[in-house]
């Protein structure tokens, strides 16, 4: 069976590893949500990376239908071909190119899909993948062909939340939301990332941080990603503990809405007037 436990650069709680492998051995698609910077995404290169299988990556725009994951028929460049006359255009099968999980399912062996960010989709796009998650097949009409996966590929869904994904999908899921880390689960992640970095900066850059996602004004709080990029930014501008209680540096890394800086910088300077 089939066994995640992380890797040296994707640090992955002991529930997760649990729900990965869990879908492993059920043969389930492997739903997750969490806040943006969690690692939804990243984790299908963490589960590629650990059981040295191939990733094949399906980035969901709101344009995106479910048959291009499976295949493409390519009609312009047929009637290029058949007006200049440069290639056969009798031979359809040049004309078919599969999507991701078209290529998985013709593999020979078992791939990784990622399916990342399914909520951009029209709400009908998981209804119209059901039959292929169940039968783990699909039919290529243009040629006559239908193709059925030989190894049953691992596939990792990514949702933001951003609309509800209809329940005759859900169903057919294991799910799992991936919660913000802790401060110990994030000290970890920020070793990995800056293993040389000043513990007492780290610990001081964690209590400015979470001190900041507690701010009701600012709407999008600062993510794990923003933190590493911050902690790097501390510590190459040889940013000193003291500094950090007095201000935040470099607000720019963590927070990326305008609207939330001024709101903080005027709740700052409301905090200060209180004091006299």
Not at 46 to 56: D, G, I, N, Q, T
Not at 135 to 160: K, L, W, Y
Not at 224 to 252: N, Y
Request: proline letters at 5%.
């Amino acid at each position: 069976m089939l066994s995640f436990k992380g890797t040296s650069s994707y640090i992955a709680s002991a529930e997760l590893q649990e729900i990965v492998t869990l879908a492993f051995d059920l043969q389930k698609p492997l739903l997750i949500r969490g806040e943006p910077g969690t690692g939804k995404t990243v984790l299908a290169r963490a589960v590629s990376e650990a059981l040295k299988l191939p990733l094949l990556t399906w980035h969901i725009k709101s344009s995106s239908k479910a048959q291009d994951g499976l295949y493409v028929y390519d009609t312009v460049q047929r009637l290029n071909d058949s007006r200049f006359g440069t290639g056969d255009v009798q031979d359809i099968k040049k004309y078919i190119k599969l999507g991701p999980l078209g290529q998985a399912f013709a593999s020979p062996t078992r791939s990784i899909v990622l399916i990342d960010e399914i909520d951009k989709a029209d709400i009908e796009f998981p209804n119209d993948l059901l039959h292929e998650l169940d039968a783990m097949s699909f039919a290529i009409p243009e040629t006559g062909e239908t193709i059925t996966a030989r190894e049953r590929p691992v596939i990792i869904i990514t949702s933001n939340a951003e609309k509800e994904l209809p329940d005759a999908f859900l169903r057919r899921c294991i799910f799992h939301y991936i919660a913000f880390p802790e401060a110990d689960e994030m000290r970890t992640i920020l070793k990995v990332h800056h293993p040389r970095v000043d513990e007492k900066l780290v610990s001081a850059a964690l209590l400015r941080f979470y001190w900041l996602r507690e701010q009701a004004e600012i709407r999008k709080k600062p993510s794990t990603s923003e933190l590493v990029d911050w902690i790097g930014a501390l510590s190459r501008a040889g940013v000193d503990v003291k500094s950090l209680e007095k201000e935040v540096p470099f607000l720019g890394v963590l927070l990326k809405k305008e609207g939330d800086i001024q709101a903080l910088k005027q709740g700052s300077k409301r905090s200060h007037s209180s004091r006299f």
